[in-house]
C-alpha cells in the first residue's frame, strides 16, 4: 500500500512563494505518475500539475508559468515550487501518485496540506 506524506503548506501573502514536498512510502519501484491537486471550500478538486517519471509535464492553465513541478524518481518524491501566489490559490493541496497516465487521476492520495494566500 502507497502512503504519501505531504509537507510545507502554510501562510503566504499574495506574490509571495513556497514549496510543497510529498515523499512516497510502501513501494521498492519507481512510481509512474505523481502530481497535486487542490480543493478550495465550495469547489471541486482540481488538477494543478502532474509529473512522469519519464520526465513529462502537465499543468493547470491557471498555474502554467507561476508554478513548477519536480519530482526525484530514485526517493519518489515529488515538489510543486509555487511562485507569484494569489488568494485564488488558496486551498488544500493533495499529493497524489500511481502508475496510471500522466493525465489520469491516480489512485493514491495524501492527507493534504493548507496553502492559505493573503496579506
Known amino acids: 500500500q502507497v502512503q504519501l506524506v505531504e509537507s510545507g503548506g502554510g501562510l503566504v501573502q499574495p506574490g509571495g512563494s513556497l514549496r510543497l514536498s510529498c515523499a512516497a512510502s510502501?513501494?521498492?519501484?519507481?512510481?509512474?505518475?505523481m502530481g497535486w491537486y487542490r480543493q478550495a471550500p465550495g469547489k471541486q478538486r482540481e488538477l494543478v500539475a502532474t509529473?512522469?517519471?519519464?520526465?513529462?509535464?502537465s499543468y493547470a492553465d491557471s498555474v502554467r508559468g507561476r508554478f513548477t513541478i519536480s519530482r526525484e524518481n530514485v526517493k519518489n518524491t515529488v515538489s510543486l515550487l509555487m511562485n507569484s501566489l494569489k488568494p485564488e490559490d488558496t486551498a488544500v493541496y493533495y499529493c497524489?501518485?500511481?502508475?496510471?497516465?500522466?493525465?489520469?487521476?491516480?489512485?493514491?492520495w495524501g492527507q493534504g496540506t493548507q496553502v492559505t494566500v493573503s496579506s
Open positions: 509529473m512522469s517519471n519519464r520526465g513529462g509535464k
Open positions: 497524489n501518485a500511481g502508475w496510471g497516465s500522466l493525465y489520469a487521476v491516480q489512485p493514491y
Open positions: 510502501g513501494t521498492g519501484s519507481s512510481i509512474s505518475t
